[in-house]
């Protein structure tokens, strides 16, 4: 069983909704990643958290909004979306985002439906 | 252009046969090339990981080989069982800034 848990599973939401994305990690590890799945392209690189700090963003629409309260746990704060951002939105983990040889810990993702 | 490119996009066998997923890519200098596996409703999971100076690595009926000098990857699966059925994703880290380049995946159906 994976050691990176996401909530909900499934999500339906309004162009005009407000909801959150978590994730939580039991795997004593330092680094936390948000990534967007959409079919048939390859995985693409949203927010990356060290030791709760945030240390990238890849030109992310400010619709959607990171939160790292601690290294346990990630939540994505999703507003004002676009039917274009309904994906799966998968949460990893790796023991240090510095480590090269350290893989990456994937969730079960969300499934995303904007309506 | 993306900088990991897989083929063949989607992929069909029988149980038991042998396949062979190819992975090309131009990201250079790299640190470590991985396989990641990814079951439907799942997320992706290490199947194997070779670092620049490696050419082979195992992992069960799981091979995958590298070649630096041509820059490809292959994941060869032995015997498939109908629990391969997965998406395959080859994944290349850059050196220096562990930037992970990712390919876009093999679907492989696996029938009985």
């Known amino acids: 069983e994976t050691g990176v848990t996401q909530t909900p599973r499934h999500l339906v939401m309004g162009m005009t909704n407000k909801k959150s994305l978590k994730c939580e990690q039991h795997l004593g590890h330092n680094a936390m990643y948000w990534y967007k799945q959409s079919a048939k392209k390859p995985l693409e690189l949203m927010f990356v958290y060290s030791l709760e700090e945030r240390v990238e963003n890849n030109s992310v629409p400010s619709r959607f909004s990171p939160e790292c309260p601690n290294s346990s746990h990630l939540f994505l704060h999703l507003h004002t979306l676009q039917p274009e951002d309904s994906a799966l939105y998968l949460c990893?983990?790796?023991?240090?985002?510095?480590?090269?040889?350290?893989?990456?810990?994937f969730g079960n993702g969300t499934r995303l439906t904007v309506t | 252009k993306n900088q990991v490119e897989q083929s063949p996009q989607s992929l069909i066998i029988l149980e038991g046969k042998n396949c062979t997923l190819q992975c090309n890519y131009t990201v250079s200098p790299f640190s470590n090339l991985r396989w990641y596996k990814q079951d439907t409703g799942r997320g992706p999971v290490s199947l194997t990981i070779?670092?620049?100076?490696?050419n082979t690595k195992s992992n069960g009926r799981y091979t995958a080989t590298l070649d630096a000098d041509t820059k490809q990857s292959s994941l060869h699966i032995t015997a498939s069982q109908l629990s391969d059925s997965a998406s395959y994703i080859c994944?290349?880290?850059?050196?220096?800034?562990?930037?992970?380049?990712f390919g876009a995946g093999t679907r492989l159906t696996v029938k009985p």
């Open positions: 994944v290349v880290t850059v050196y220096n800034n562990n930037d992970m380049r």
């Open positions: 070779m670092t620049f100076s490696e």
């Open positions: 990893a983990s790796s023991q240090d985002s510095g480590g090269n040889n350290s893989p990456l810990h």
